[in-house]
Structures are given as C-alpha cells and as structure tokens.
C-alpha cells in the first residue's frame, strides 16, 4: 500500500479500532444499534481500547458505556481509568438533577 494510502486508511476511526477488520462505519452503527448483548460488548471494547477519547463519542454514548461496562474485558489499566470516569460521570449526574 503506497503511502498515502496508508495514512488515509489509519486516519479512519474505524480502522483505527478494528484494523484487522473489515467494517465500515455503517456496519459497526448497525450492530451497536441491533446487535447482541456480545457484539456490543466487544464493538465498544474495541473503541474503548484503540480510540482517542474525543472520537469514542462518535459511535457510542456514556450510557452505553455504562450499561455494557460489566461485560468488558479491557486491560486492567484501563478498565480501572473508565470505572473511575463512570464514577465521576453518576456523580454530577446525581448532582444536576
């Protein structure tokens, strides 16, 4: 693959989470949106993991996280970093309300 390519390719957020796949952005909402239980937990660990943190947002929400956050196998590491946004996130949840 030529250069150019290559950095188009990788500067795709879906690339960049499922580089060893082959979906496209439609594919990946159309599961987070119909999926399994299983699919989605494995989609959104797979941006949780490979994705800046501004770009997570584009295909998944704080709730989802939160609600799929249980059945995530993420690195040690990282899953103690998201238990410690969730925890603040229901913090000023309760709080502006």
């Not at 150019?4 to 690339?15: E, G, Q, T, V």
């Not at 399994?36 to 709730?63: Q, V």
């Amino acid at each position: 693959m030529q250069q150019a390519s290559m950095n188009k390719f990788l500067a795709s957020p879906i690339k960049q989470a499922f580089w060893d796949y082959n979906f496209t952005e439609h594919q990946l909402l159309k599961k987070l949106a119909k999926g399994t239980r299983e699919e989605k937990t494995w989609i959104i660990g797979r941006i949780l993991e490979n994705l800046p943190f501004n770009s997570i947002w584009k295909y998944t929400t704080p709730k989802q996280v939160k609600e799929i956050f249980p059945y995530l196998h993420l690195r040690p590491k990282l899953k103690q970093i998201w238990s410690y946004t969730l925890s603040l996130w229901g913090k000023y949840e309760k709080t502006s309300h």
